[in-house]
């Protein structure tokens, strides 16, 4: 587990999907985005502070208890993965995890 990965413990999630984001920082994890080929996950660099529902909500499902949500597309679901990724790389910045 890379110190990006661990840096995710406690963090707010930073994907925060409306009706679905439960905000509960324990359960936080970094999702990494699509595309790292088959049996590979991208960089941690493209990963976004992500709570559980968020998780399954990225994933195309509906969290356990979520109620009067559509499934999102996986258009939508793209964009809310790269907008949490963003805020979670302003985050890595500032706390010295990415130097540029």
Sequence with gaps: MSAITKS????????R???ICNFNPETTILAHLEGGGMGRKMSDLFGAYC?????TALD???PDGVRFVDRLSPDA????HLDGVVRTQIILLEEGFIKI
């Design 51 to 55: 709570c559980s529902d968020c998780h």
């Design 60 to 62: 195309g499902g509906i």
């Design 77 to 80: 679901r793209r964009l809310l």
């Design 17 to 19: 999907i409306p009706e």
């Design 8 to 15: 995710a413990r406690g963090q707010e999630c930073m994907v």
